[in-house]
């Protein structure tokens, strides 16, 4: 079935330094890709949609320069928390159109705890 | 603007009874449902949808949804609860023009042995 890996699964990273995180469609090409971000006993909250090989699509309230996407290829996506900050903080997912179809909702990565210390 | 509502933040049940985790929503055509389950740490999983035909949808693990359109619900239920299903649950609709699905705030089911 499709699969969609992300990596990596927890991080604990310095005030001020970049992390990357990659989600990554194994078995499927997925030219849509979403990313969330989920505070502690709350639901997702959208950041932004991936589209392969153009801008990706923030939502309101987002910061474009903060939370730096690419989706150079049909098989991954990467998010890249700038000069994070404790309030940065979070668990984060990604996750892709079902190659099934809409009907069938998305497949989601497993996710990404960041500490920033 | 489409809008998810589940009114529980927490459902608690015995092992063994049927338990039934809340869904409403509000869509302006027809209503594309999911229910998904996550567990500690992890990404969400599929459980179920409902996109057109019966009102009953049988999904992954036993579980089940109903979906009522006069009532624009679309609760999740499984007659009997198991230990293994405690795990937060949500309720999406989805956005078929943009793809995108807007979420409920997610309902902690707690299954005692």
């Known amino acids: 079935g499709a699969v969609v890996s992300q990596h990596p699964s927890w991080v604990i990273c310095k005030s001020g330094t970049s992390v990357k995180i990659e989600c990554r469609s194994l078995d499927f090409q997925a030219t849509t890709m979403f990313w969330y971000r989920q505070f502690p006993k709350q639901s997702l909250m959208l950041m932004a949609t991936s589209n392969e090989g153009s801008k990706a699509t923030y939502e309101q309230g987002v910061e474009k320069d903060k939370f730096l996407i690419n989706h150079a290829s049909l098989t991954l996506s990467t998010l890249t928390v700038t000069s994070a900050h404790p309030e940065d903080s979070s668990f984060y997912i990604c996750s892709a159109k079902s190659p099934l179809g809409f009907y069938y909702g998305y497949t989601f990565g497993s996710g990404t705890r960041l500490t920033v210390v | 603007a489409q809008s998810v509502a589940q009114p529980e933040d927490q459902v608690n049940v015995a092992e063994g009874n049927p338990l039934t985790v809340k869904c409403t929503y509000s869509?302006?055509?027809?209503?594309?449902l999911f229910w998904y389950v996550q567990y500690p740490n992890r990404g969400l999983q599929f459980l179920l949808k409902y996109i057109t035909g019966d009102n009953l949808v049988k999904g992954s693990y036993g579980f089940e949804a109903e979906f009522n359109k006069s009532q624009t619900s679309f609760h999740l239920k499984k007659p009997s609860a198991l230990v293994s299903d405690s795990a937060l649950y949500f309720c999406a609709v989805m956005d078929t023009n943009a793809g995108k699905s807007t979420f409920g705030d997610g309902t902690t089911l707690t299954v005692k042995p």
């Open positions: 869509v302006s055509g027809n209503p594309y």
